[in-house]
């Protein structure tokens, strides 16, 4: 089966040839019918992230092995299962859950894989789906899918997840005002999930006019330009001076965590979901005297997933999918991506 593998970081992946798994056990073997190209796939390929004041954070040294396949938003169909699966056979459409841990560590154990102490995530840790087949673990990891379309779904896996698991993060009540920084694809689907799950009231930032005006259409209360006005001044003023109970940054980088900081009301949540990177500088008596929180999230858990793509069956959320690539093509939907050319999801079909 032909696999799309990152050899060397910063180097084109090379298209190669190798063994069709064989599923045993709990196994799946997954026809892989979409495969999302994610912001995350790009970090892998150069390496790592902008750590704080110009350093690298190296993807190695967090125990990232390379020659990969990367991809870990994989739709499609279930060619053959191990001889212990029961409830799904081959033919069924799927989704696959691709933040697998050990099962073994707290995090684990409460069925929070996607925090592992020692993650094995499909795509980063072990093969991924930019292949023609992808061998998963367990059958657990796998939703069937009703009426979405393989490709709708794939991006559900990572972006959705992230964002619904933010959203939950942030803990916000009807009442309350939820400010959402980037309004990027998972910013359009925070808003949406913030729309449905909360109805709180719902405050969009972005640099791009474009990019709002969706935010407004997908049920943004308010939309704020950061780049005509003042972000801080503008939350305070939706807010009758008292600022966001939450913010969710989709951006994470020092320019706007700075500014999250100081919309926060009293009390307030920051979710960090981002990795643009950087770092602030932060007056730590601030963080007692005001009580607010700092919550890191990081994708989403199994279960997050089942709720997500029942929401998605119904069509509370749609994803956006704007390209289409070949297997072979690869290089060139990363380097489009990472050129800021792709609106929505780009998707490889193997
Ligand atoms: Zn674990
Ligand atoms: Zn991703």
Not at 72 to 93: F, M, P, Q, T
């Amino acid at each position: 089966m032909k696999a799309a593998r990152i050899i060397k970081p910063k180097e084109p992946l090379i298209i190669t040839d190798i063994q069709k798994p064989e599923p045993k056990g709990m196994q799946a073997l997954i026809k892989v019918i979409a495969s999302g190209v994610c912001h995350s796939d790009l970090h892998l390929w150069e390496g790592g992230y902008a750590g704080a004041a110009g350093s690298f954070i190296r993807v190695e040294d967090r125990g990232v092995k390379f020659p990969l396949t990367p991809g870990h938003e994989i739709a499609g169909i279930v060619e053959k299962v191990g001889e212990d699966v029961n409830g799904l056979r081959s033919g069924d459409r799927v989704l696959v859950y691709p933040w697998i841990g050990d099962g073994l560590c707290p995090a684990c154990r409460v069925g929070s894989e996607n925090i592992c102490d020692n993650p094995r995530s499909l795509g980063v840790y072990q093969n991924g789906g930019y292949a023609e087949y992808l061998l998963v673990p367990s059958a657990k990891y796998l939703v069937k899918l009703d009426k979405l379309k393989e490709e709708e779904a794939a991006s559900l896996a990572c972006s959705g997840l992230t964002a619904y698991s933010a959203v939950k993060n942030a803990n916000i009540k009807p009442s309350e005002a939820l400010v959402i920084v980037g309004a990027g694809g998972l910013g359009l689907i925070g808003v949406q999930l913030a729309r449905s799950i909360t109805n709180s009231k719902i405050i969009v930032i972005d640099l791009d006019d474009k990019k709002l005006m969706e935010a407004k259409k997908l049920g943004a209360d308010y939309i704020v330009n950061s780049k005509s006005e003042d972000p801080v001044k503008a939350v305070k003023e939706l807010t009758n001076g008292l600022g966001a109970d939450a913010v969710i940054d989709f951006v994470n980088a020092s320019s706007t965590v700075s500014k999250d900081l100081e919309m926060l009301r009293k009390r307030g949540r920051l979710v960090p979901v981002g990795l643009f990177g950087g770092s602030i500088e932060l007056p730590l008596v601030s963080i007692p005297l005001r009580a607010i929180k700092i919550i890191g999230s990081y994708t989403g858990r199994l279960d997050d997933l089942f709720d997500l793509v029942t929401l998605a069956e119904r069509g509370v959320i749609k994803t956006i999918i704007s390209k289409r690539f070949l297997l072979d093509e690869v290089n060139k939907a990363l380097e489009e991506l990472k050129e800021g050319k792709i609106v929505g999801r780009a998707i490889i079909n193997p």
